[in-house]
């Protein structure tokens, strides 16, 4: 068969679930077995992989799904269990005293609050948490889901503990192929995942820092009573500040200690900063900014849920302290579980259900590591809040059964969507000695862009994310593809992986499925367009910049790989 009508075929799939999600307007839970029934039908056929190893590459499938859905189990759970204890009514009430400036709350509120919610929780929750909570502090239902969603920019690629990396970057490429090549080049894997880790982290840096400003900017234009920008940019020196306390301490965890922290640990340390500057009126403007009056506001603002701080539960009032220890307790056990040596071998080597050559095919294996994963140690934090704010069995049992409710949505699209990801990847071992789907996908793509690919890269990952209303399915897709480019244009794999992770988590701005959770929170389900046509603004600031940082660190900075 001609090398252009393969290349087109190895594009069917992710085409497909384009035109169905999107042209069509199909949910992700019909949309996704469709796809991934073309994947197969085209593996089987036009790449002759044989049944043996596309059934065993959807098993492989099935079991990164099983790992994925019990991160977001863990995630859920978490904070349901922390809704139905009083946690999330303290929190959500320690933030209102502040400042009455709603700039300084959305900084404080949605972007460094939101940011390590991202950190700990991912997968939506963030808009989830931070849009009624916005609301409840007195914002329009349509700005607290646009602030809401401007949060899934910087923190989603280390949401959920690090999952978009862990588990979509890693999980996405061949890692088998990679660290044979590696190797023949003195280098290894360990050596090779850290550096994309870090070159995501230093590329969300140096675009995130004016992401604070970027949204007082969005608040005061499109909500403000005089619909101006510069009322905005006004408070520049606060939001530069906050943006600086992000990132720096993100930067060095995504730097020295991994995926799994840099979104927590820049939140915390930028709350630690911003909340007492702010209480002191430092670098904060003299004159306050709020909204018009309610009653002036347009019907198309407005929500039809009135949320009040004290509606999730009518437990006593808790500490501050109180509610926030099962998140300090989470982000601890993590620490200790990912650096220290004997504690990280007992996690990883203990309820751990493993599976080599599936079905006797080389290559394909897969594990549940139950305790290492981040949702057997958001588990462990559960069971800790359960005692420590002396719940009711019966609350438990509720944050349980809402949790797997929850879960069950997710589940049946992702039972689909990785298998689908595991064929391509694994369509290199066929019977007409074809390249696999991601690298056939990356000869035409090398043969028609070149040298300039690399500024479209994010653009591709933000595509994934918009698709696949997730940073970590992006990354699973599309992470091959975006290595297998690299190689055959001749610059960074890595840097080209961490560019399509960096604008995987920018597609989650304008991700579909995320704003329909926001929305649902608020009461705004039917006006998700309106949003979008806001969140896009963001998302090519950011997609634009990313492109941009990726050009010089290959063509001027010359940024390399052990694998060049």
């Known amino acids: 068969m001609n090398q252009t009508l393969l ?16 042209g069509f307007n199909w949910p992700a839970r019909r949309a996704m077995p469709a796809v991934y029934v ?20 959807t098993l492989q499938g099935l079991i990164l799904t099983g790992a994925i859905l019990w991160i977001i189990f863990g995630a859920i759970l978490l904070l349901n269990t922390l809704k139905h204890s009083g946690a999330i009514t303290a929190i959500r009430g320690g933030f209102s005293g502040i400042s009455t400036d709603r700039r300084v709350q959305t900084i404080i509120v949605a972007w460094l609050f939101g940011c390590f919610i991202e950190g700990a929780s991912g997968f939506g929750t963030p808009a989830a948490v931070a849009a009624p909570l916005l609301v409840a502090l007195g914002y329009p239902a349509l700005a607290a889901v646009v602030m809401g969603m401007m949060i899934q920019s910087t923190p989603v690629s280390f949401g959920a503990v690090g999952t978009p990396i862990v588990v979509g970057v890693a999980g996405g490429l061949d890692k088998a192929g990679i660290t044979t090549q590696l190797v023949e080049n003195g280098s290894n894997w360990e050596v090779f995942f850290r550096l994309i880790t870090s070159e995501v982290a230093l590329t969300h840096a140096t675009v995130g820092i004016l992401m604070p400003l970027f949204m007082c900017a969005m608040l005061t234009r499109f909500f403000g009573k005089n619909k101006s920008w510069a009322e905005g940019l006004a408070i520049a020196p606060f939001a530069i500040f906050a943006g600086i306390a992000f990132v720096v301490p993100y930067a060095a965890a995504g730097v020295f200690l991994g995926p799994e922290f840099p979104s927590m640990i820049g939140a915390l340390v930028g709350l630690l900063l911003v909340v007492p500057a702010a209480k002191a009126g430092f670098l904060v403007p003299r004159q306050n900014w709020d909204f018009a009056d309610a009653k002036d506001w347009p019907a198309n603002w407005m929500g039809n849920i009135q949320i009040k701080l004290d509606s999730l539960t009518a437990r006593p009032p808790m500490s501050i302290t109180m509610a926030w220890l099962p998140y300090v307790l989470l ?8 650096v220290n040596a004997d504690v990280k071998a007992f996690f990883s080597n203990n309820l751990v259900l493993g599976w080599t050559n599936l079905l006797g095919e080389t290559g394909v294996s897969g594990s549940i590591q139950f305790l290492y ?6 588990v462990l934090v559960v069971l800790a809040t359960f005692l420590l704010h002396r719940m009711k069995f019966s609350e438990l049992t509720a944050a349980v059964g809402e949790s797997s409710r929850t879960l069950l949505g997710a589940g049946f699209v992702l039972i689909f969507t990785i298998p689908m990801v ?6 290199g071992v066929n019977m007409g000695d ?17 040298d300039i690919y690399p500024f479209f890269s994010s653009w591709v990952g933000a595509l994934g994310a918009f698709i696949a209303g997730s940073n970590t399915v992006s990354n699973l897709m599309l992470a091959q593809f975006q290595f297998d480019t690299a190689q055959l244009i001749n610059v960074s794999g890595a840097m080209l992986v961490a560019s399509q992770a960096v604008g995987a988590a920018a597609g989650n701005m ?6 329909v959770a926001a929305s649902a929170t608020v009461g705004l389900l039917g006006r998700e367009g309106e949003t979008l046509r806001m969140t896009i603004i963001p998302t090519i600031y950011y997609l634009v910049m990313t492109g941009i940082i990726t050009m010089v660190a290959i063509h001027l900075l010359g940024v390399t790989d052990a694998l060049m």
């Open 7 to 22: 290349s087109l075929l190895a594009f069917v799939p992710l085409i497909l679930a384009a035109i169905l999600l999107v």
């Open 38 to 57: 073309s994947a197969a039908v085209i593996g089987l056929t036009a790449w002759e992989m044989t049944f043996n190893r596309v059934l065993a590459s």
């Open 331 to 338: 982000a601890g056990l993590l620490v200790l579980s990912r």
């Open 373 to 378: 994963l981040p949702g057997g140690i958001m």
């Open 422 to 427: 595991r064929i391509l990847i694994n369509s």
């Open 434 to 450: 074809l390249p696999s789907m991601p690298r056939a996908m990356a000869q035409l793509v090398a043969t028609s862009v070149g």
């Open 510 to 515: 304008i991700a579909i499925h995320n704003v």
